[in-house]
């Protein structure tokens, strides 16, 4: 089974050692990571690159730095037939999922990739299952640093997706 590396919310100016430990020690079996976005400086998509992951990433809110501004704020992506929906996401979190979803003009994925809380989350609402993966470097209102792995089956059956949630 596929499996795809998911972070979001480094907060980074670079990619420190413990991030790159991190990746290396839980996403070493994978090719692509999604980052759901505040990054804040292209170095660290650079230096995660550079150790050989594809990374796949949307804008921040906090990603002002200019070398960001060619991400998209919203990605769909298909992996093997399973939707992804890829946007970091705004505002108070109580109906972030909502908001995130609605960023989709009705293109609805069946996985919805999502960060700015920093709280890891996998939860199904309105018939999409929701993933945020944490912040593997700032805990912020979370009670641990996280990051996600995602299993994507190669038939691409949506029931058989399992999200894993790495605490650090």
């Known amino acids: 089974m596929?499996?795809?590396g998911v972070i979001s919310d480094?907060?980074?100016?670079?990619a420190t050692p413990d991030l790159?430990?991190?990746?290396?020690a839980h996403l070493s079996d994978v090719t692509t990571i999604l980052h759901a976005g505040d990054v804040t400086?292209?170095?660290?998509?650079?230096?995660?690159e550079a150790h050989g992951w594809r990374v796949l990433a949307v804008q921040g809110n906090m990603d002002l730095h200019p070398g960001l501004a060619s991400l998209p704020q919203i990605r769909l992506l298909d992996f093997g037939g399973v939707r992804v929906g890829l946007c970091h996401g705004w505002g108070r979190s109580g109906d972030i999922r909502t908001r995130v979803l609605g960023r989709f003009n009705g293109d609805r994925p069946g996985i919805m990739v999502y960060g700015h809380t920093?709280?890891?989350?996998?939860?199904?609402?309105?018939g999409v299952r929701f993933l945020n993966?944490?912040?593997p470097t700032d805990r912020r209102f979370a009670p641990f640093c996280s990051l996600g792995r995602l299993y994507i089956p190669s038939d691409g059956d949506l029931n058989q997706v399992r999200f894993e949630i790495v605490r650090l």
Do not use: W
């Open 20 to 24: 790159m430990d991190a990746l290396s």
């Open 41 to 48: 400086h292209p170095v660290v998509l650079d230096e995660i």
């Open 133 to 135: 993966p944490g912040s």
């Open 118 to 126: 920093h709280q890891a989350d996998d939860r199904v609402e309105a």
């Open 2 to 4: 596929p499996v795809i």
């Open 10 to 14: 480094t907060h980074l100016d670079a």
